[in-house]
């Protein structure tokens, strides 16, 4: 089941970005110049051939002028994860989990560098964290 969903967000999210380039009458070519994002990659998206990752989502919705969730309904703003961290890390009742924040830099297709650049911490920190060796403290994360 959960395999024809995502399929079904991939084949929309495709229909998505044909109509908008479309609209704007640009080719893959130009997308791919505006975004950096190389022409076989814009051509992947463009086909339907797989899922965009959310950074290139956001690359390719700034360079056309459109929130991420007009191109891709699945759209989960990374603010989101930053925050949701941020909530469950000083809960005492909770014991933050290293499942849990592996699950989530996953889903957010963030690396660990971009994780601690977001929260202005050093990435020794969040490796710290995945290994429990450390509880993020929500008081000392600054958002990004």
Known sequence: MKDKLKQSIIAITSANLKRILYNQKLTQR????????????INRYYLGNGAIPQNNLVKIAKALHVAPDELDPSYQPTK??????AEKSDNPDLKFRTDYLKQLIQTSNL????????????????YKW?????????????LN
Not at 80 to 85: A, G, R
């Open 80 to 85: 989101d994860f930053l925050s949701q961290l």
């Open 111 to 126: 690396s660990v560098q971009e994780v601690a650049s977001r929260l202005n911490i050093k990435p020794i920190t969040v």
């Open 130 to 142: 995945l290994a429990g060796v450390k509880i993020p403290l929500a008081r000392k994360i600054q």
């Open 30 to 41: 130009d997308l791919a110049m505006l975004t950096g994002i190389s022409i076989p990659s």
